[in-house]
């Protein structure tokens, strides 16, 4: 059974920091892209970042450059992906999903596999 678990949601000053974790299992997500999304009341879901299945390779949203950084765990048999955001504005406040890819890009619909998300809310 294929699983994304989000978790590390919260609320948040503007200006702090949180760090989200996403537990992959059930498929071989070693080999996947794992990337992550956010969904703001009234707008559509946004690329955030992505790390290839190395981890060598990453990308990022203009809006968050600098001030997010995508990394992964490969074990054996649950891929972790975290998305560590410093630095937090008002207009971070979204619901967080993690996604994986067998082919990796900035796209929704080239991800396979989604979580249930994660709500991060900055306040001022």
């Known amino acids: 059974q294929v699983q994304l678990v989000e978790s590390g949601g919260g609320l948040v000053q503007a200006g702090g920091s949180l760090r989200l974790s996403c537990a992959a299992s059930g498929r071989t997500f070693s080999t996947y892209t794992m990337g992550w999304f956010r969904q703001a009341p009234g707008k559509e879901r946004e690329f955030v970042a992505a790390?290839?299945?190395?981890?060598?390779?990453?990308?990022?949203a203009d809006s968050v450059k600098g001030r997010f950084t995508i990394s992964r765990d490969n074990a054996k048999n649950t891929v972790t992906a975290y998305l560590q955001m410093n630095s937090l504005k008002p207009e971070d406040t979204a619901v967080y999903y993690c996604a994986a890819s067998r082919l990796g890009g900035e796209r929704l619909y080239e991800y396979n596999y989604w979580g249930q998300g994660t709500q991060v809310t900055v306040s001022s």
């Open positions: 790390i290839m299945w190395s981890g060598g390779i990453t990308s990022y």
